[in-house]
DNA sequence: CGGTTTTGACCGGCGC
DNA sequence: GCGCCGGTCAAAACCG
């Protein structure tokens, strides 16, 4: 393997140093060159458009295999990437789906998704879980459920990515997820892991993998937008997703809400920052402590911190 | 026993 | 048209 990806083909990185983030103590940044990566399609629609860190707890508490989290694996460092569709935002309207155009090709297959989830419509409805498609073998791929007709690309739910800089490549983030798939990253040594919501209505799907320029980053990719609220975690975090409502859905939304860090250099199309967090609140101790400096979220929650205000839907 | 993970096979899109 | 590759399926293995 040859490296040098970076896990999302395609994705694309923004620099928008603009986010209204707080004043953020800039401890660690980290920046990442935004090389192309060699995935042959261009592939996703991610864009990162901003940095943003806040401290999760890994969600290998107790079912993790991968580090441990008591130890020092307990920083984390998060960056978040947007849809393309997102992009657009002069309007707002961005995340709905409906992009038309299907960026092109990116579609690949991913799953089934698509069927609308718009993000901005809550819904549910529509979909029942790709999951079943088929049946056999051969299984028709990807139809969900509802007939897609070839010709018809598929549609790419709207993505949100973030990169965390964490010893444990599944964080807890809230929901519940079965991992459906793992397959190897071209030009790099580290897999990617494919997971799906296990809310039966849910269609949300995430995708996990190590940064092969740096294995100490988990790329995260969220696809999709729960219709449901998360689980809420053992140690009393629940979180809120409302916030969210009409985006993506974050997983985030719960736990640390960590400082973070501003400062990223416009040039850098690629940055993740880096939080630390006390072994005791890796551990789960402690949560969510907003204590981004000021302003605790107000209606915009979450939303009005991370999403760029051309960014949301209304 | 039910839910999750593992893993090889399969499918479809895209580039050449 | 072919090969590559990302993404998904599904049977078997695991685990609590």
Redesign the pocket.
Known sequence: MEEG?KS???TEFASDSSWPLGPHDSDNVYFFANNDR???????DTTILSEFGWNLRPENDD?N?IGGLDDDASDFTRSFVFPDQNKDTTTGSALQSSDPA????????????TTSNNPSVSSTSSEDP???????????????NKVRK?????IRQPRFAFMTKSEVD?LEDGY????????????SPFP?????C?NSKCTV?K?VERSSDDPTIVIT?Y?GQHCHHTIGFPRGGIISQEVFAGQLAPPISQFYYPTVHHQLPQENPFFITQTRQTPGEAAGESRVMPQTNAQPPTDEGLLGDIVPPNMRNR
């Open positions: 990806d999302d083909p395609g060699g995935g042959r399609r261009g592939d996703d079912q295999r299907v960026p092109s090709g990116s579609e690949s297959k991913a799953g089934e998704a790709p999951e079943k498609s088929t049946g056999s073998g051969g299984k028709p791929p990807e139809i969900p070839k010709g018809q690309k598929r599944h519940r997820w079965r991992k459906y798939g793992q397959k190897a990253v071209k030009n990617r892991s494919y997971y799906r296990t799907k995708r990719t696809e």
